[in-house]
């Protein structure tokens, strides 16, 4: 069984930055990728940004520029550092493992998410 564990959300600023991290368990994780999703109130759950354990990255148009994602495989983690924060970042986020690309449908496991608050 896969388990997804999310950490570092909070209240920050617009303009400001936070750091998001994701660790997995469970047997072959490394064997998918591995990636982020928000959803906002009243809104749809929406791909952010994915890596493969190879290193391959991959992310949404909206965060080109402001988030970048990391990954360490010795300690199964996955980073997502989240700079020039706008109010419509507000979500939660939630870790995602699953085949590449890792579309919504590709998700075979979710992490319980972590609420990002940036006030304007």
């Known amino acids: 069984q896969v388990q997804l564990e999310e950490s570092g959300g909070g209240l920050v600023q617009a303009g400001g930055s936070l750091t998001l991290s994701c660790v997995a368990s469970?047997?072959?994780?490394?064997?998918?990728?591995i990636g982020w999703f928000r959803q906002a109130p009243g809104k749809e759950r929406d791909f952010v940004a994915a890596i493969n354990w190879t290193g391959e990255k991959w992310n949404a148009d909206s965060v080109k520029g402001r988030f970048a994602i990391s990954r360490d495989n010795a300690r199964n983690t996955v980073t997502l550092q989240m700079n020039n924060l706008r109010s419509e970042d507000t979500a939660t986020y939630f870790c995602?493992?699953?085949?590449?690309?890792?579309?919504?449908?590709?998700?075979?496991?979710w992490g319980k998410g972590t609420l990002v608050t940036v006030s304007s």
């Open positions: 469970g047997r072959f994780v490394h064997a998918y990728a």
């Open positions: 995602a493992l699953g085949p590449k690309p890792l579309r919504r449908i590709d998700v075979n496991y």
